[in-house]
């Protein structure tokens, strides 16, 4: 039996974890529900790369392969002072910021997420941080940063909007092969012959349910990428079916497979 898995994700973004499903013989569309852009003004990002540059941080926290890619886009060919050390929230992240950046991090989380990085990182005292993350960012971090004894800069160093919503995107990549990809539109009529639904963030949980009201048939199986998603999923009366261990491709394969008791032996055949 071929299982069918619908990842709402940017396709290039969600290329690794298709990949992973094709192992499990699951066979996967993508659909695109936000596009990450550029805030309107620059003008504080600019002057964040400045400052970074001049070696005015002890830290860099940075949470999502997005601020990295905001990053390498505002640094050019400049590279991040050797002196300062990096705070990733987990693999995804610090392979981006090896891989964009040139650097490796120097404290990632057990747990990879915010609340991880509360519970395990400690800031030598006045540290001055420079923390730029997305407009829909958790609190979490920054109200944890707020009562420690140290200086944090905030930026908004992107904002979501639905697909399409205009704007200038951070991440223009592509798939390196062809997927199965399906339009926002589109995605209620096609739900019924989804086995698997793939959440992959907290504000596609909130575009998914102003498309479809957050109504899943019963014998559809959900997974969130992470516990921000999963409680996401639970405001919006989405029931969570399964977290990922880790919010990594092979976090979601597993994951998967537990859902659905695959042995990871079996062919992926053409999607319905």
């Known amino acids: 039996m071929t299982y069918h898995a619908l990842i709402l994700r940017n396709p290039a973004r969600a290329e690794a974890t298709v990949d992973e499903f094709e192992r499990l013989g699951i066979a996967s569309w993508c659909a695109q529900l936000v596009d990450t852009i550029w805030p309107a003004d620059r ?21 999502s392969v997005t601020t990295v890619q905001v990053l390498d886009q505002l640094l050019g060919n400049q590279r991040i002072p050797a002196s300062m050390r990096i705070a990733s929230v987990g693999e995804k992240t610090s392979h981006a910021i090896t891989e964009l950046l040139g650097r490796d991090v120097d404290f990632q989380p057990t747990v990879q997420s915010a609340s ?22 958790s609190s979490t971090l920054s109200d944890w940063l707020a009562l420690q004894p140290v200086v944090v800069d905030e930026f908004e160093a992107y904002r979501s909007v639905g697909a399409g919503g205009g704007g200038v995107p951070v991440d ?4 390196t092969r062809t997927l199965n990809v399906l339009q926002a539109q589109a995605i209620s009529e096609k739900l019924e012959e989804m086995d698997l639904l793939v959440f992959s963030a907290p504000s596609v949980v909130r575009h998914f349910a102003e498309l479809t009201g957050g109504s899943v048939p019963k014998t559809l199986r959900t997974i969130a990428i992470g516990q921000p998603t999963a409680n996401a999923m639970a405001r919006a009366s989405i029931p969570v079916h399964a977290v990922a261990s880790q919010p990594t491709p092979l976090g979601l394969a597993h994951a998967a497979k537990d859902l659905l008791q695959l042995n990871g032996n079996a062919a992926a055949a053409d999607s319905k």
Not at 172 to 175: F, L
């Open 116 to 137: 991880g990085m509360v519970k395990e990182w400690q800031p030598e005292p006045g540290a001055h941080l420079c923390y730029p993350h997305g407009d829909l960012a």
């Open 43 to 63: 003008t504080q990002l600019e002057r964040m790369a400045q400052q970074v540059l001049a070696g005015k941080y002890q830290w860099l926290v940075i949470t």
């Open 172 to 175: 223009s990549s592509a798939p």
